[in-house]
């Protein structure tokens, strides 16, 4: 993961393309000892301006890295450079990063010194330039200006001493062409991570090869980088591919959009890559599994936020000739797809290190020619989720979009999810940092890749951040960002709850224990506790103090509970009762003010609770001839309230608030399974026939014909109205077919102005999701179990939904 990350920030801060080459400069001679990086450009004016319009750059002018990189470059921001000049960095000291400016432009002014002194002959201006010391001196016809005397002092013993320049920088000098180049010395770029990621301590670069040279290209939406990179010997990451012919990634079909990315390698040859491998650890490798990395050409490593995954892609994998099927043995299924335990987690990284590093892959599946093997089972369920889901990073638009801009084929291939890359970029940078790197704005900047290509003792390279155009922003619209295990069968459907505290949405669920469980949405437990019976209905939110902090409320066929969101008992209640209850808990808060009514239904009878427990005796609804269906609905129209209160017999009540008569209703209706809503200023619900029923403020009833089955369901807006019947489901008047199958219910939410409608196939495990144009949203149907809760789970604005997944497990998706 570190390795990814440094690539990834890298491609990031950087940009390029090539041509013809260019002769040697002369100013090479003055580059300073153990330089990192060199910057060569014929206009550093320029280079400079087109940094400050590229549309990422803009967007985060106030990352700290950017103010530092403005800091450092003060060097010339009072200088016309606008012909051939050098800008190095070197690490000086324990934590200084030295900049370095070499070119023929005139310099020194005097008249801004603030100490001149001698070294070795020759003169050193000492000048202020913002809060830096600047130290100028001038060779031959050449300015030398940096930020740290003691590398003045080093260029001018090297100048005084005729030292040679470096042939290997001189030799990687000469593939670059554009105006614009960048040289990397890997040997020393693990100093510069030290000192600008002082959490990631990582060495890959530094063996990755000798040099890197690349010509630097930018554009208001784009940074690129083509070039070269050096591997003098098998001492070198990068000739581990020598003798092998690059083949086409296509772990991208399998890497889930949840993901930071991806890592692959190809090949043609694997007795080529093992000699490779062998001359680069110094040590013979077992020859016992090579009939199975015969039988692949990639091998690629999924990242997660907290696991990896290692995919064997495989030529053939439904006539698997390999040894690996011998090691798999079955386990239980997940979606359809076989589970293995695996023989010898640690075979990838015994015979693959340093390409692999992940030990521990105890679990394996096969999804089409791929296997995929991981540490825990988890991760492979993300992926077969997100696979089944085509929520997959091969799937989108932008991924095709930028593949076209490098190479069919590759050695390696680094791709990073951009967003999803926000939170390990911020901890590896200083802790005073973290927040601001975890703001970065990457926008329309989906992906970066970095791309090596090897041949004949070096690579070619491509590295590419580039905006995406809208229309290709996503092909689903659907992510599933965590699968939560229950440690039991789950009993009902998983609810949003809003935890004040925190200002994110916590996960409420019931198992089959009776135990109410609470997670975060990052799938951390926050509480259990044991009720004595099932919930029903839904859980609601309340503020019973009035002070913003909410609480949960809801009923057993024993007892009424309000608990806090750390799932303590809020006194007087729970409250207990000797008869059953019968229908969910109702909440009443009349006038939005917290003077909340309770009203529990038990078969015939309904009392009315208020928040400290007491029994409403002003209440006087007289007991019904038969069982009450449906708990008490609340309705306020203008000024009034009404209380819909239907019973089995077909007799609809329409009460007051203490319970007396406010609308009589002289029909007999015979009820549906279905709420009563407030629609066009009517109390309205269906019939079993289908017809849909509406009764006005005076008590006049009026059916009218849906001509829906009888196990139809509906909901209703004041303004919209929406019912499924078979396979048609019908969002104010516009319909919209889908399978057959056995369906939930309708739910609608009301999010920021827009109106959403939810149904579920449990047969089939199939989620809908609509918008109120009856338009399917992008990405839909989803898996899963059961009607869905839907909310902005991290006020990030995104929206999020939760859903039964396996027989103990919560997904969360998010709409992208």
């Known amino acids: 993961m570190k390795k990814f990350i440094v690539f990834s920030l890298f491609v990031i801060l950087f940009s390029a393309c090539q041509n013809e080459t260019k002769p040697p400069s002369a100013l090479n001679q003055f580059i300073p000892s153990q330089t990192a990086l060199i910057l060569e450009s014929d206009d550093l004016n320029e280079l400079s301006e087109k940094i400050n319009e590229n ?122 062409s554009s105006k614009h180049s960048l040289y990397i010395n890997h040997q020393y770029t693990q100093q510069l991570w030290e000192t600008l990621l002082p959490n990631l301590n990582n060495s890959y670069t530094k063996r990755l090869s000798l040099w890197t040279a690349v010509d630097i290209y930018l554009s208001d939406k784009s940074i690129q980088l083509t070039g070269v990179s050096q591997a003098p010997d098998s001492s070198y990451l990068l000739n581990l591919f020598k003798g092998n012919e690059p083949q086409k990634s296509e772990i991208a079909a399998i890497t889930p959009l949840n993901a930071r990315g991806f890592f692959s390698f190809t090949y043609s040859d694997y007795e080529k890559l093992q000699l490779a491998l062998e001359k680069y650890r110094n040590k013979d490798l077992p020859d016992t599994n090579k009939s199975i990395y015969n039988h692949a050409n990639e091998i690629g490593i999924i990242y997660f936020s907290q696991a990896q995954a290692v995919a064997l892609n495989t030529l053939d994998a439904d006539n698997d000739t390999s040894i690996l099927p011998s090691l798999l043995t079955a386990e239980k299924k997940y979606r359809g797809i076989p589970m293995f335990r695996f023989s010898k987690p640690q075979m990838f990284y015994q015979d693959l290190y340093p390409l692999i590093t992940q030990k521990n892959l105890n679990y394996a599946c096969k999804i089409d020619d791929f296997y995929v093997f991981a540490e825990k089972k988890e991760s492979l369920e993300n992926i077969i989720a997100n696979y089944q889901n085509t929520t997959v990073l091969g799937s989108q638009a932008y991924y095709e979009n930028l593949t076209t801009q490098l190479t069919e084929k590759a050695s390696m291939l680094l791709i990073g999810i951009n967003e999803n890359l926000k939170l390990p970029i911020s901890k590896t940078v200083d802790a005073k940092w973290t927040k601001n790197y975890n703001k970065i704005k990457f926008n329309n900047y989906k992906l970066n890749a970095s791309q090596w290509v090897y041949e004949h003792n070096f690579a070619h390279l491509n590295f590419l951040l580039t905006e995406t155009d809208a229309n290709q922003v996503s092909n689903n619209a659907v992510v599933q960002i965590n699968n939560i295990k229950v440690p039991e069968k789950l009993l009902s459907q998983p609810i949003f709850f809003t935890n004040w505290k925190t200002k994110t949405k916590d996960i409420a669920i019931q198992g089959v224990s009776n135990t109410l469980y609470m997670y975060n949405y990052k799938g951390e437990l926050r509480w259990k506790k044991a009720l004595d019976g099932r919930i029903l209905g839904d859980i609601q939110e309340i503020d019973i103090y009035s002070n913003g902090r909410l609480q949960m409320a809801f009923a057993t066929q024993d007892k009424v509970y309000i608990l806090t969101k750390d799932g303590k008992e809020v006194s007087p209640f729970p409250l207990s009762f000797k008869d059953k209850i019968t229908q969910p808990l109702a909440v009443f808060d009349y006038d939005n003010n917290g003077k909340y009514r309770f009203l529990v239904t038990q078969n015939n009878n309904v009392l009315m609770y208020d928040k400290e427990g007491k029994n409403i005796k002003g209440f006087k609804f007289e007991t019904t001839k038969s069982e009450i269906k449906k708990a008490p609905k609340h309705i306020r129209i203008g000024k009034k309230d009404y ?114 409608f939810s149904i579920t196939d449990t047969q089939s495990n199939k989620v809908y999701l609509l918008d109120s144009n009856a338009k399917l949203i992008p990405g839909f149907p989803i898996y899963g179990r059961s009607q869905i809760s839907l909310s902005n789970v991290d006020n990030r604005g995104r929206l999020e939904f939760c859903v039964l997944g396996e027989e103990n497990s919560i997904l969360l998706y998010q709409l992208e």
């Open 55 to 176: 549309s990422f750059s803009k967007a985060n002018a106030n990352l700290p890295f950017f103010s530092y990189l403005k800091d450092k470059l003060n060097l010339i921001a009072d200088v016309e450079l606008n012909q051939e000049s050098y800008i190095s960095f070197s690490k000086v000291g324990r934590k200084e990063i030295a900049t370095t400016l070499i070119t023929k432009q005139q310099l020194i002014d005097t008249a801004k010194d603030i100490k001149k002194f001698t070294y070795d002959g020759l003169e050193i201006h000492q000048q202020k330039l913002g809060e830096n010391n600047i130290f100028i001196s001038l060779l031959n016809d050449t300015y030398i200006a940096s930020t740290s005397k003691l590398v003045i002092e080093d260029v001018i013993r090297k100048f005084n001493n005729d030292l040679p320049t470096d042939k290997d920088f001189e030799k990687i000098q000469n593939t670059t």
């Open 643 to 756: 209380i819909i209160i239907p019973e089995e017999n077909g007799k609809l009540h329409i009460v007051n608030r203490v319970g007396k008569t406010r609308v009589p209703v002289k029909e007999q209706i015979t009820f549906s399974d279905n709420e009563w809503y407030l629609y066009k200023n009517k109390f309205t619900s269906t019939n079993k026939k289908g017809d849909l029923i509406q009764v006005d403020q005076e008590g006049k009833l009026q059916a009218s014909a849906l001509n829906l089955a009888e196990n139809h369901s509906m909901v209703a807006t004041p303004k919209s109205l929406a019912h499924f019947s078979e396979n048609t489901l019908t969002i104010k008047g516009k319909n919209i077919n889908v399978d057959y199958g056995l369906y939930s219910k309708i739910a609608v939410f009301y999010i920021d102005n827009k109106l959403y």
